[in-house]
């Protein structure tokens, strides 16, 4: 059983496959246009900030504390 996501699969193995190509895709963006250059580094607003972008398309609570 899936987390529940945005993308409405079911299949665990279907949900991280498509989480792995979103999220990578994304991370190149944040990398080569240069954004994470100019995150504060180390802080845990940017991990969050971070988070967001990578999995906002997946998860409603991308970017959110859980606990």
């Not at 498509?18 to 991370?27: D, H, Q, Y």
Request: aromatic share 10%; hydrophobic share 40%; net charge neutral.
């Amino acid at each position: 059983m899936a987390l529940e996501n945005k993308l409405r699969l079911t299949s665990s193995a279907d949900l991280a496959r498509e989480e792995e190509r979103i999220s990578k895709k994304k991370a190149v963006w944040l990398f080569e246009s240069g954004t994470l250059d100019k995150l504060p580094v180390g802080t845990f607003a940017s991990l969050k900030a971070i988070h967001k972008y990578l999995f906002d398309d997946i998860y409603d609570f991308a970017g959110e504390l859980r606990t």
